[in-house]
């Protein structure tokens, strides 16, 4: 009795071991599975043509950065890069500004239509971007905003501030309601009590929103080629396409092309893990 006891202790544990290094095993699997496009991309971004052709997992010979430099001179991705930076950036301040206004309205202040100013505006995310493609299109060349940073960051605000006023709304309302009117009593505008109170509590949901909104300005590509006609307004993914036409048989420079236009997208999410961690756990809290 007490012999058998002691041995289904030491079975379920050994099961229970031999599941978890199962399982550890096949995260590993997983992870090399998802790295292994990365490394033949970074790899073969130093290598000639031959060495690609020979081999493309092996290791190169030397660390060739002739690649680096024909993308970015010929393919003129220095370029394509300024207006993805100006665009971006300049996306996302107005984008998030006039999302945190809205939303800290909608949080805090009671007027007429606020239910279905706020229901209209959701209609905005549940809304395909391909429907109103066409349409858009007349309306920018109308307006003479076709291939200019001007039309582009109108479009980018225009898509993405019901996302963001959703998001941000709910940030908003777990900031607490005397604080503020504290505040208020000792003469603080509502104006002030937004920027100096609301705004900092709800910083990692405003930090979140930038590192998505950022992210996605920079790698989206369907609005870039509707709206952007002109070679000298390209963007970097549009950049990175015309390479995949033009360099289609020179794998190093089409490599080394792909590696720049990831380089941003990597450094901001590297920098602002933690916040973007905190915010979508406190998103996910709410």
């Given at each position: 009795?007490?012999?058998?006891?002691?041995?289904?202790?030491?079975?379920?544990?050994?099961?229970?071991?031999?599941?978890?290094?199962?399982?550890?095993?096949?995260?590993?699997?997983?992870?090399?599975?998802?790295?292994?496009?990365?490394?033949?991309?970074?790899?073969?971004?130093?290598?000639?043509?031959?060495?690609?052709?020979?081999?493309?997992?092996?290791?190169?010979?030397?660390?060739?950065?002739?690649a680096y430099a024909k993308a970015w001179k010929e393919a003129h991705?220095?370029?394509?890069?300024?207006?993805?930076?100006?665009?971006?950036?300049?996306?996302?301040?107005?984008?998030?500004?006039?999302?945190?206004?809205?939303?800290?309205?909608?949080?805090?202040?009671?007027?007429?239509?606020?239910?279905?100013?706020?229901?209209?505006?959701?209609?905005?995310?549940?809304?395909?971007?391909?429907?109103?493609?066409?349409?858009?299109y007349r309306l920018m060349s109308g307006l003479d905003l076709l291939?200019?940073?001007?039309?582009?960051?109108?479009?980018?605000?225009?898509?993405?501030?019901?996302?963001?006023?959703?998001?941000?709304?709910?940030?908003?309302?777990?900031?607490?309601?005397?604080?503020?009117?504290?505040?208020?009593?000792?003469?603080?505008?509502?104006?002030?009590?937004?920027?100096?109170?609301?705004?900092?509590?709800?910083?990692?949901?405003?930090?979140?929103?930038?590192?998505?909104?950022?992210?996605?300005?920079?790698?989206?590509?369907?609005?870039?080629?509707?709206?952007?006609?002109?070679?000298?307004?390209?963007?970097?993914?549009?950049?990175?396409?015309?390479?995949?036409?033009?360099?289609?048989?020179?794998?190093?420079?089409?490599?080394?092309?792909?590696?720049?236009?990831?380089?941003?997208?990597?450094?901001?999410?590297?920098?602002?893990?933690?916040?973007?961690?905190?915010?979508?756990?406190?998103?996910?809290?709410?």
């Amino acid at each position: 009795m007490s012999t058998s006891a002691t041995r289904r202790p030491r079975i379920r544990w050994g099961r229970i071991h031999a599941g978890r290094l199962a399982l550890e095993l096949l995260v590993v699997l997983l992870c090399l599975a998802w790295l292994s496009p990365f490394y033949l991309l970074l790899v073969n971004t130093f290598k000639t043509m031959p060495e690609i052709s020979a081999s493309p997992v092996a290791l190169p010979h030397s660390l060739r950065l002739d690649a680096y430099a024909k993308a970015w001179k010929e393919a003129h991705l220095g370029e394509y890069y300024t207006n993805s930076l100006v665009i971006a950036s300049l996306s996302v301040v107005l984008s998030v500004g006039v999302s945190s206004l809205a939303a800290y309205a909608f949080s805090r202040m009671r007027f007429p239509g606020k239910q279905a100013l706020f229901f209209f505006l959701l209609a905005g995310v549940m809304l395909p971007l391909q429907v109103v493609l066409v349409p858009l299109y007349r309306l920018m060349s109308g307006l003479d905003l076709l291939s200019s940073y001007r039309g582009m960051i109108a479009l980018y605000v225009a898509f993405t501030i019901p996302f963001g006023v959703f998001i941000l709304t709910g940030f908003f309302k777990t900031v607490p309601v005397e604080i503020e009117e504290a505040a208020l009593i000792d003469g603080c505008s509502r104006f002030q009590a937004y920027w100096k109170i609301a705004l900092p509590l709800a910083a990692p949901g405003l930090v979140t929103m930038t590192i998505l909104e950022f992210v996605w300005f920079w790698n989206e590509y369907l609005v870039a080629l509707t709206f952007i006609q002109k070679e000298a307004m390209r963007t970097v993914m549009l950049g990175v396409m015309v390479m995949a036409n033009t360099f289609q048989l020179d794998f190093g420079k089409l490599t080394a092309g792909i590696v720049i236009s990831v380089v941003p997208p990597i450094i901001v999410y590297i920098f602002f893990q933690k916040y973007l961690i905190r915010g979508l756990t406190a998103g996910a809290l709410k």
